[in-house]
T-cell receptor, first 118, second 112 residues
Framework: GAGVSQSPRYKVAKRGQDVALRCDPI?????LFWYQQALGQGPEFLTY????????KSGLPSDRFFAERPEGSVSTLKIQRTQQEDSAVYLC????????????????FGPGTRLLVL | KQEVTQIPAALSVPEGENLVLNCSFT??????LQWFRQDPGKGLTSLLL?????REQTSGRLNASLDKSSGRSTLYIAASQPGDSATYLC???????????FGTGTRLKVLA
């Protein structure tokens, strides 16, 4: 079946430009996560949605980063006034159930969007 | 604050060798630990998930163990193959949360 898809796969932006990254989770998955992976590092948590509700945005590095999931399916991560330090791979993941607590579940990851800010 | 460390950072072995990848975490109050594989330009593929109450999980040539009290996990790969070449990441979640805290990964290269 279809997995998590992300678009674009690659994005080159000039410093100061706004970008929007899209994530299509697995159909019916309740939870959606965004992670940022710098070169040579492990992914770092950015934000978490349960359906359309953004329950945790503690990992967003600055107020230039904004994420939404208005209808509880597709999500968009927007970065305003991009800086060179924003260059990274942005990974989206989804899981079937509501995340936390006593539920053992796997997050399914998309291929990522590689963002390069010049 | 939970920190996850993976050793070694990179490993190159000849085909057929058995090998061990190490993962350590600073806060033993984890909910589960998961091993992932990441191929260049691709997302993460889940390999094994170990619940906090478990000691190990096996899938094919892979075996992962967990020692919560010492804050360690190992991923054992038997009879390595060139197709095993990838970056291996471990990640933990803490009770009551959902976010993965990842290590920096081990880049494995298996030579034919």
């Amino acid at each position: 079946g279809a997995g998590v898809s992300q678009s674009p796969r690659y994005k080159v932006a000039k410093r100061g430009q706004d970008v929007a990254l899209r994530c299509d989770p697995i159909s019916g998955h309740v939870s959606l996560f965004w992670y940022q992976q710098a070169l040579g590092q492990g992914p770092e948590f950015l934000t978490y949605f349960q359906n359309e509700a953004q329950l945790d945005k503690s990992g967003l590095p600055s107020d230039r980063f904004f994420a939404e999931r208005p209808e509880g399916s597709v999500s968009t991560l927007k970065i305003q006034r991009t800086q060179q330090e924003d260059s990274a791979v942005y990974l989206c993941a989804s899981s079937e159930l509501g995340g936390a607590g006593d539920i053992q579940e796997t997050q399914y990851f998309g291929p990522g969007t590689r963002l390069l800010v010049l | 604050k939970q920190e996850v460390t993976q050793i070694p950072a990179a490993l190159s072995v000849p085909e057929g060798e058995n090998l061990v990848l190490n993962c350590s975490f600073t806060d033993s109050a984890i909910y589960n630990l998961q091993w992932f594989r990441q191929d260049p330009g691709k997302g993460l593929t889940s390999l094994l998930l170990i619940q906090s109450s478990q000691r190990e999980q096996t899938s094919g040539r892979l075996n992962a163990s967990l020692d919560k009290s010492s804050g360690r996990s190992t991923l054992y790969i038997a009879a390595s193959q060139p197709g095993d070449s990838a970056t291996y990441l471990c990640a933990v979640t803490t009770s009551g949360t959902y976010k993965y805290i990842f290590g920096t990964g081990t880049r494995l290269k298996v030579l034919a």
